[in-house]
């Protein structure tokens, strides 16, 4: 198999270390989201969050995502990644005094009303994965 281009934000500070055998990297910015394929940033896009990141951006900074989440919405193929469980948020295991309840609840507001999955992808390393064969996937399909 070639390696696929992917794209990660500039604006990313975290970014993941891609398998080098199937990833080529390159940065730039992004019209959404956090990672994306080269060629196709307007088709397919991910916004990446740490458990404190999410709560604070869905709790204090609505108005901000909520254009993200717009931005996010023209791709064929968008989700969010939560380097967290959801028994983490339950448990209460991030640094905002939000109630557990209203993480849920907004996470849920942006799957029904935005129609972009949220997923929780247990930790960091479950979630580079996750988005490494996020990304292999809908480049397969869109090759094909």
Known sequence: MDRIVVVV???????YSFDPERIE??????????YSLQGMEHLVAVERKSLDDFVQTVIRSRE??????????????A?????????????GRYSSGAHPNSVVGSALSIIVDYNIPVFFCSNRQASRLFVEEYLV???RKVTR
């Open 9 to 15: 934000d500039t604006r990313e500070q975290e970014p």
């Open 25 to 34: 990297v390159v940065r730039h910015a992004l019209p959404a989201g956090d």
């Open 79 to 91: 989700c969010v990644v939560v380097e967290a469980g959801l028994q983490d948020i339950i448990a």
């Open 64 to 77: 901000r995502f909520k254009k993200e989440l717009l931005a996010l919405q023209t791709c064929a193929s």
């Open 137 to 139: 996937k809908f480049h």
